[in-house]
């Protein structure tokens, strides 16, 4: 069955400090991976997404992913963390055959420290 | 701005009541998503419409829960006869082409926060 699971419920780094957090999936073919962070009382903000090509994904605000076909991990980083990057992260998942719906992962919850 | 519009922000309805929920997506999109989501959860797809079509409801209760994208206006998701177990914020997607199987983001309108008293 189709998946995406981000392990972590929360995750906490220290302002300046790099950041990651981490997202797999279960999919067969190609997947397209996407991230998106929530913060409160807001919707959903597209972050970045990878569909093919280089592995290494640059996307909003500094944000960085890198697709890992063999460990089927599409993890979230930036190189030095801020406060305001403190929110709800969600990593989720589609393809282009077969009907495959997005699927959402449950979120991580970000808290960065000053 | 002209990104996706979700009204009301916030909704309270007593038990047994009616809840109309509705958004207008991006301009050029043709593609809505509705999800629901509770506190400190994820997303919960419900269901995916295209204009005058429903695509896929597999995530809407079979019961109570309607939703429409008529070919004027803005999608409708109707929540009939509202149970406690309703409240929940309520957010509206659009895409641009390609649907839920696809490669374009999903664009996402800031919700309904509804309360069942």
């Known amino acids: 069955a189709q998946s995406v699971a981000q392990p972590e419920d929360q995750v906490n780094v220290a302002e300046g400090n790099p950041l990651t957090v981490k997202c797999t999936y279960s999919v067969s073919g190609n997947p397209y991976l996407f991230w998106y962070v929530q913060y409160p009382n807001r919707g959903l903000q597209f972050l970045l997404k990878y569909i093919t090509g280089d592995n290494l994904v640059k996307g909003s605000y500094g944000f960085e992913a890198e697709f890992n076909k063999s460990q089927t991990s599409f993890h979230l980083k930036k190189p030095s963390a801020l406060v305001s990057d403190s929110a709800l992260y969600f990593c989720?998942?589609?393809?282009?055959?077969?009907?495959?719906?997005?699927?959402f992962g449950a979120g991580t919850r970000l808290f960065v420290k000053a | 701005n002209a990104g996706v519009m979700q009204n009301p922000r916030h909704l309270v309805r007593r038990r047994g009541q009616e809840a109309r929920l509705r958004c207008s997506p991006m301009?050029?999109?043709?593609?809505v998503y509705w999800y629901r989501q509770l506190p400190e959860e994820g997303l919960k797809f419900m269901v995916y419409l295209q204009k005058e079509n429903i695509i896929d409801e597999s995530g809407m209760p079979k019961e109570r829960f309607s939703a429409e994208f008529p070919k004027e206006g803005p999608s409708i998701l109707r929540i009939q006869q509202v149970v406690r177990g309703d409240s929940a914020a309520y957010f509206c997607?659009?895409?641009?082409?390609?649907?839920?199987?696809?490669?374009?983001?999903?664009?996402f309108g800031d919700g309904t926060r509804l309360s069942i008293l």
């Open positions: 301009k050029g999109h043709s593609h």
């Open positions: 989720a998942v589609s393809r282009n055959t077969g009907g495959f719906k997005t699927i």
């Open positions: 997607a659009s895409s641009q082409q390609g649907g839920q199987n696809s490669n374009q983001p999903q664009h």
